[in-house]
C-alpha cells in the first residue's frame, strides 16, 4: 500500500488508516451500537494484513474500550502498527463525558491510555478537539462571542511537549477547526520557539469544509506548521455561511 511522510514527522503512514471509533461499542454518548469485539479484532487483523499501517483511537471512544480492543488484537503480531490515541475527553462514574485539557489530566490521560493499548509509546497523541467553541460538524460559522478557552493554549502545548519529552508520545497533533487555524499557528509556533522546542512535531487537523476558508489556512500552516492532516469532509458545501 502507498505510504506517505506525515508532515516533517519521521512517520510513514499508508494513505489508509483503521479507525477504530465505532469499536468503542455501545453504552456511551457517542456510541455507533453495539459491537462484537472478536468481530472487531479481526477486522483490525485484516486492515493491517492488506497493508494498513496505522490505527487511530481515542481514549473516549468506548471510555477506554476502543483501546483495550486495539490492544488485544495486536497482541502477539510480530510487526506493529502504528498507534494514534487522543486526550481531552474525560468522563466520570456516571459515564458523563467533559472536557479538560489542564497539564495534570493530560498526564493522567497519558498514562491511562498506555496502560489500555499495552504500548512503551503512543505514536502520535491527539487533542481531541480543543477546549473552545467549535462548529460542529456541519456548520461553517463561528462566534467569538461563544469563545469558551478554559485551558491556555500554551499550557496544552507545553503539557504535550513534555510528554513529547518524556517519552510516552512521539508526535503530538492539536485538533483545530478551520478558524482557529491562524492563531493556533502563530501562538504555538511563538511558544516554541520560545521554548527552544522547535523539534516538537505539532500538526494542525482541521475539517476540510468549506473549500473556500480552507484554502487560506492551508496555505498559513504549510508555511508555519509540521504538516496538516484533514479529518473529516461534510457534504454541505453551498449551506452558505452562518
Not at 488508516?17 to 472487531?40: H, L, N, T
Amino acid at each position: 500500500m502507498i505510504k506517505r511522510r506525515l508532515g516533517h514527522t519521521d512517520l510513514d503512514i499508508t494513505v489508509l488508516g483503521f479507525g477504530a471509533w465505532a469499536i468503542g461499542g455501545g453504552g456511551w454518548a457517542f456510541a455507533w451500537g453495539s459491537q462484537d469485539d472478536s468481530d472487531s479484532i479481526a477486522s483490525i487483523h485484516e486492515a493491517l494484513d492488506l497493508g494498513v499501517n496505522w490505527i487511530d483511537t481515542a481514549a473516549v471512544y468506548g471510555l477506554g474500550h476502543s483501546e483495550e480492543v486495539v490492544a488485544k488484537a495486536l497482541a502477539g503480531r510480530a510487526s506493529k502498527p502504528l498507534v494514534f490515541t487522543k486526550c481531552a475527553r474525560v468522563w466520570n462514574d456516571k459515564r458523563e463525558i467533559g472536557k479538560c485539557l489542564k497539564a495534570e489530566s493530560v498526564r493522567r490521560e497519558c498514562e491511562a491510555s498506555l496502560k489500555r493499548l499495552k504500548v512503551d509509546v503512543i505514536d502520535l497523541y491527539q487533542i481531541h478537539w480543543p477546549e473552545r467553541h467549535v462548529p460542529v460538524f456541519g456548520m461553517s460559522y463561528y462566534d467569538p462571542a461563544k469563545e469558551k478557552s478554559v485551558t491556555p493554549i500554551l499550557e496544552q502545548l507545553q503539557a504535550l511537549a513534555d510528554l513529547q519529552h518524556q517519552g510516552g508520545v512521539h508526535d503530538v497533533l492539536s485538533g483545530c477547526t478551520p478558524v482557529q487555524v491562524l492563531a493556533g499557528c502563530t501562538q504555538s509556533m511563538r511558544h516554541l520557539m520560545d521554548q527552544g522546542q522547535d523539534g516538537v512535531a505539532h500538526v494542525v487537523r482541521f475539517l476540510l469544509q468549506p473549500l473556500h476558508v480552507e484554502l487560506d489556512a492551508m496555505g498559513a500552516c504549510r508555511n508555519r506548521l509540521r504538516c496538516l492532516s484533514g479529518y473529516q469532509t461534510e457534504p454541505s458545501f453551498g449551506q452558505g455561511q452562518r
